[in-house]
């Protein structure tokens, strides 16, 4: 399928028939969101997979009414990572393994350092969240793109999430993804047109 | 394309050719990117598209020496809308004019009402240029199935932007997508294996 056919065709679906996804294809679906960009290419995110009735439950309790936490196959919760020193550092590693040259890797890492220098703690969770953000959109097509049914969720509150989670505090739930097999069509996507959006 | 070979091959191209996409490509991205997901529908982004090289050379004074702000076909700015109010009816007559029933339109109305309220200015703006960041995604991966290359930056400094473009207060310079026919191919693409993403 097109591109454009994805995302014009691709709904937020909230209701799931009660089947599991096969891991296979979380897999991949994970694989396609690792694939996101980000500035300076530091991927800020860790992503929680749940897929145990009992901790969909548990996490239900801690969102706004999202019915589909606890309905889905798989709930994606996505993190933003604000542990700077430790993102840099394996992205330098991961440089060094793919044979990047020397003077690259340490422009990267100056580069990187000098941005979470410049910004305060509350600073760096937005910026990484901005990330997260974009990853967030490869997930939902991504999983379209696999014939699966997903929906995004803000309304929950985080640090209940981390906490029922075990997180580690540099790590933030920022948005939520509901993934199953569909049993519905999804709402009919409604946009402003083109000539609304320029400026 | 599969969307996970798009995402995959897709790279950040920053070095275009001498020539100007046609209007007719650069429309079909726009609507690429309206038809980007957003939380309670709200699409509070608006996007500067800008092509004459003399905007560009002085938006490139702006930028800390983003070449290809000057290079490329033709800039894309990414705008936050944190004007809420406005956002909210221009949702609602859309849903009036689509016949979403009034009881559902004052549910939404109301849900985004609530939203804003219960947030400052600082969380407005915030919350806005995340829902900026998903469609950022569609844009590039966008640009990229319509045989065009593009670079995302946010290495630029919003508040001359503003001014140079003379856009409205409400409207903040969140992220610049350049986009033009590709002269390189891009770096190679460096992700982390999903196992480590996973927490």
């Known amino acids: 399928m097109e591109f454009k056919e994805?995302?014009?065709?691709?709904?937020?679906?909230?209701?799931?028939?009660?089947?599991?996804?096969?891991?296979?294809?979380?897999?991949?679906?994970?694989?396609?969101?690792?694939?996101?960009?980000?500035?300076?290419?530091?991927?800020?995110?860790?992503?929680?997979?749940?897929?145990?009735?009992?901790?969909?439950?548990?996490?239900?309790?801690?969102?706004?009414?999202?019915?589909?936490?606890?309905?889905?196959?798989?709930?994606?919760?996505?993190?933003?990572?604000?542990?700077?020193?430790?993102?840099?550092?394996?992205?330098?590693?991961?440089?060094?393994?793919?044979?990047?040259?020397?003077?690259?890797?340490?422009?990267?890492?100056?580069?990187?350092?000098?941005?979470?220098?410049s910004m305060s703690p509350e600073q760096r969770l937005q910026w990484s969240q901005q990330q997260v953000y974009i990853a967030l959109g490869n997930a939902i097509n991504g999983a379209y793109s696999l014939g699966l049914g997903a929906c995004p969720m803000t309304a929950f509150k985080p640090a209940e999430f981390a906490q029922i989670l075990g997180l580690p505090s540099n790590l933030v739930p920022t948005v939520l993804v509901s993934v199953g097999y569909s049993a519905e069509p999804g709402p009919q996507k409604l946009r402003h047109p083109v000539s609304d959006i320029l400026v």
Chains 1, 2 share one sequence.
């Open 6 to 117: 994805l995302v014009k065709n691709r709904r937020s679906v909230r209701q799931y028939q009660n089947m599991l996804v096969r891991e296979a294809t979380i897999h991949e679906l994970l694989e396609i969101i690792g694939l996101s960009v980000s500035a300076i290419n530091l991927q800020p995110w860790k992503i929680k997979v749940i897929s145990d009735q009992e901790t969909k439950d548990k996490l239900f309790s801690a969102t706004f009414g999202m019915n589909q936490v606890r309905t889905c196959s798989h709930l994606l919760v996505l993190c933003a990572d604000t542990d700077y020193p430790a993102i840099i550092d394996r992205l330098s590693r991961a440089q060094l393994a793919a044979g990047v040259p020397d003077d690259m890797r340490q422009r990267a890492r100056d580069m990187a350092t000098d941005l979470s220098a």
